[in-house]
């Protein structure tokens, strides 16, 4: 695992946890992985420090073996569709596949 660049999503307080909340992407050997993620921490509290934890738990998420609730997408269109083609290819696609997970 190697990580490229972490990019935050507009950074917002909820007030009902009294948590900072984000969405961070996390781009990593050409796909990007997308963390909900969220820290408690008064509304006072500094704003680099809030990154710092904020990006901290999602590259713990990220290096984690199951990392729980995330998305992941190809860095590129062009990524997509040769990913798109090598499924399609595999025969993965094909109507009597009984494998509930399809395409990943």
Do not use: C, W
């Not at 307080?13 to 948590?19: D, G």
């Amino acid at each position: 695992m190697q990580i490229d660049k972490i990019e935050f999503d507009q950074v917002r307080y909820n007030p009902e946890f009294s948590a900072f909340e984000t969405l961070i992407r996390i781009h990593d050997q050409g796909r990007t992985y997308t963390y909900p993620t969220s820290i408690k921490a008064t509304v006072y509290a500094e704003f680099g420090d809030i990154a710092r934890r904020l990006s901290e738990s999602a590259a713990r998420a990220h290096a984690d073996k199951y990392p729980g609730l995330h998305m992941t997408a190809p860095a590129t269109d062009t990524d997509y569709q040769a990913r798109v083609a090598e499924i399609l290819a595999s025969g993965a696609m094909s109507g009597g596949a009984t494998d509930p997970r399809l395409a990943a």
